[in-house]
């Protein structure tokens, strides 16, 4: 089946500096990367979509200029979380869709648990 | 405002038990209904769902879709403790003006089941 493979999956770093999560699909070409967050005991909140060489579209409420998304090819996404905050804290999920995917459409990385001390 | 709601949002059941997992949604542009299962880390995948009345089965668990009344039910038979995890209903939907797509997820059921 299809894989998408996050990194890291645990990470702790001091507030102020810059944390890259990278989310690549194994073996499918991923023509759309999506981006969730989701705090405890809450549900997965789309952060951001993207499409392989173009600008993400970010939801609102989410600061694209902190949360930097790089969809540079069909199977390479990353996400750096800039000058980060203990409130920026959170577990962050991508998915990944492609037009020859699984025929339920979305596959989840693995995740990364992001703590911000 | 596309929203995915389900019920109820803890359960708590003994094993051998079979229980009923609800997912109610409002949705421009639906395209399919997915459910999964996430216990400590990141969502997988159960089932998708696109025509009404039509019952996927997978081992016990099986799910069918009303997209007249705009629902959808998770059913596991015959519970284990592994079964213990969050089920996430979740809407594809065609995204605002575009051909991409997004997933709208609902805040998810806790599933607990007791030896």
């Known amino acids: 089946g299809a894989v998408v493979s996050q990194h890291p999956s645990r990470v702790i770093c001091k507030s102020g500096t810059s944390v890259k999560i990278e989310c690549r699909s194994l073996?499918?070409?991923?023509?759309?990367m999506f981006w969730y967050r989701q705090f405890p005991k809450q549900s997965l909140m789309l952060m951001a979509t993207s499409n392989e060489g173009s600008k993400a579209t970010y939801e609102q409420g989410v600061e694209k200029d902190k949360f930097l998304i790089n969809h540079a090819s069909l199977t390479l996404s990353t996400l750096t979380v800039t000058s980060a905050h203990p409130e920026d804290s959170s577990f962050y999920i991508c998915?990944?869709?492609?037009?020859?995917?699984?025929?339920?459409?979305?596959?989840f990385g693995s995740g990364t648990r992001l703590t911000v001390v | 405002e596309d929203k995915v709601v389900q019920s109820p949002l803890s359960l708590v059941v003994h094993e051998g038990d079979t229980v009923t997992l609800n997912c109610s949604y409002e949705v421009t542009n639906f395209r399919s209904l997915l459910w999964y299962k996430q216990e400590k880390k990141a969502p997988t995948f159960l089932f998708m769902l696109t025509s009404s009345g039509i019952e996927k089965k997978s081992g016990r668990l099986s799910s069918i879709l009303d997209k007249k009344e705009l629902f959808s039910i998770l059913n596991i038979t015959a519970t284990q403790t592994g079964d213990s995890a969050v089920y996430l209903c979740?809407?594809?939907?065609?995204?605002?003006?575009?051909?991409?797509?997004?997933?709208?997820f609902g805040k998810g059921t806790k599933l607990s089941v007791k030896p």
């Open positions: 998915s990944a869709r492609g037009k020859t995917g699984p025929p339920y459409g979305y596959t």
């Open positions: 979740a809407v594809d939907s065609l995204a605002r003006g575009g051909s991409q797509g997004n997933l709208i």
């Open positions: 073996d499918f070409q991923a023509t759309t």
